[in-house]
């Protein structure tokens, strides 16, 4: 079974960036598409990107286009999200997940096997 564990979170301010990464164990991560999900205390959890299996298609929430890039690297096992001009309304613990399906770069919860523990990004005013 394939587990997934977040780094890369942290406190910076707006306008900062970061970048996280998702590092995957199992052989099956390279099959499947990858998504990063976020939840902001007292919300429910929210899309923000994802990635088909050979990083071709892509899919981004409205709130994060232009700013943030999905990207993953299967030879490492890991997928990464650049966040660039954080903004505090993006404080949230970000989550990755593992998709049912190879290419199609879903936008639910539902449509998500596997989830990591989360990696906390705090952006101050």
């Known amino acids: 079974q394939v587990q997934l564990v977040e780094s890369g979170g942290g406190l910076v301010q707006a306008g900062g960036s970061l970048r996280l990464s998702c590092a995957a164990s199992?052989?099956?991560?390279?099959?499947?598409?990858m998504a990063w999900f976020r939840q902001a205390p007292g919300k429910e959890r929210e899309f923000v990107a994802s990635i088909s299996r050979s990083g071709d298609n892509t899919n981004y929430a409205d709130s994060v286009k232009g700013r943030f890039t999905i990207s993953r690297d299967n030879a490492k096992n890991t997928v990464y999200l650049q966040m660039n001009n954080l903004k505090p309304e993006d404080t949230a613990v970000y989550y990755c997940a593992l998709g049912y399906f190879s290419d199609y770069v879903g936008s639910r919860i539902s449509e998500y096997t596997t989830w990591g523990r989360g990696t906390q990004v705090t952006v101050s005013s």
């Open positions: 199992g052989r099956t991560f390279s099959s499947y598409a």
